[in-house]
């Protein structure tokens, strides 16, 4: 195994829009409501996949003209969505790249809000190349997204190891050859790694 494959939010860095709308709703039960049948995670996966905020919001807004100010500010303050990074990982990336693997990020992110996150973790800028789902106009588990890493920085599937939180995702890498490993912490990975003589 000479390369590995990390997904983003869940792995490397703790996306989550309750950090946010902990702060916007007062009731814990109206908050997941929201997040479950306005702004949940098929919507948020349009933008991962390359539409337009200002789009995604304005025809919500649209439908759910009482939740206007709530929409808005999934976009407007989506910085206060993230957290920090995931306990462990950074020492883990780095120990990795010390020991010469080449690292890689294979993300679904919208292309609009990706740059704030890269900007404010340095672990982005450990990795050797990266491919974000916003900017391709595909998503995970499209097989594609994944064939677009292997031929953009000449890589094999059978070469990778590819780590991510979603059992869905790890899926569809494996049936295209890589190694898969469904995140859970950073522990856990370790011992993966570990089992596979990679740490």
Avoid at 15 to 33: A, D, G, T, V
Avoid at 152 to 175: G, H, P
């Amino acid at each position: 195994m000479t390369h590995i494959v990390f997904d983003f939010g869940g792995v490397l860095v703790d996306w989550n829009p309750r950090h946010l709308y902990r702060k916007i709703f007062s009731s814990e039960k109206e908050m997941e409501y929201f997040l479950a049948h306005i702004c949940n995670g098929e919507w948020n996966a349009k933008q991962d996949g390359g539409r337009p905020f200002a789009l995604a919001v304005a025809d919500l807004q649209k439908q759910y003209p009482s939740y206007a100010a709530q929409i808005a500010a999934y976009f407007d303050r989506w910085e206060e969505m993230l957290g920090g990074e995931i306990p462990g990982m950074a020492d883990m990336v780095r120990a990795l790249k010390c020991k010469g693997y080449k690292l890689y990020g294979l993300t679904n992110w919208s292309a609009e809000t990706f740059p704030l996150a890269r900007e404010r973790f340095d672990i982005f800028n450990v990795l050797d190349g990266m491919v974000v789902s916003g900017q391709e106009h595909v998503i995970k588990p499209d097989p594609e997204i994944y064939k677009r890493l292997l031929a953009r920085f000449d890589l094999r599937a059978a070469d990778c190891l590819f780590i991510d939180d979603s059992a869905a995702n790890v899926a569809a890498a494996q049936e295209l050859g890589f190694d898969g490993v469904r995140f859970e912490n950073a522990a856990q990975l370790k011992r993966e790694l570990e089992e596979r003589k990679i740490l």
